[in-house]
Nanobody
């Protein structure tokens, strides 16, 4: 069983940056596909970025060029560097892991393990 715990959320002004972390424990996570998802108030969950075991990545158009997903296998930690933040980036950010193909990761298909999320609030 893989446990995921997010951290790094908070409140920042538009144009600012945040880095989210997702610490994994309970199993070697390096072979999983990992992803970051966002749940904004009143909106459906959105898959933002995914990374596979080879370091291949996939991004939603809404964050491409502003967010960067990375992982440190030695630390069992997944990261999301978020720059040029906008008020519409406000939401609860969760990480997930699974055996999904990278193509399906942002849809949440095959992502079996989820963290509880960390809240990000961007003020204008």
């Amino acid at each position: 069983q893989l446990q995921l715990v997010e951290s790094g959320g908070g409140s920042v002004q538009a144009g600012g940056s945040l880095r989210l972390s997702c610490a994994a424990s309970g199993y070697t996570y390096s072979n999983y596909v990992m992803g970051w998802f966002r749940q904004a108030p009143g909106k459906e969950r959105e898959g933002l970025a995914c990374i596979d075991s080879d370091g291949g990545t996939s991004y939603a158009d809404s964050v491409k060029g502003r967010f960067a997903i990375s992982k440190d296998n030695a630390k069992n930690t997944l990261y999301l560097q978020m720059n040029s933040l906008k008020p519409e980036d406000t939401g609860t950010y969760s990480c997930a892991a699974g055996w999904a193909a990278l193509t399906y990761c942002r849809e949440g298909i095959g992502m079996d393990y989820w963290g509880k999320g960390t809240l990000v609030t961007i003020s204008s």
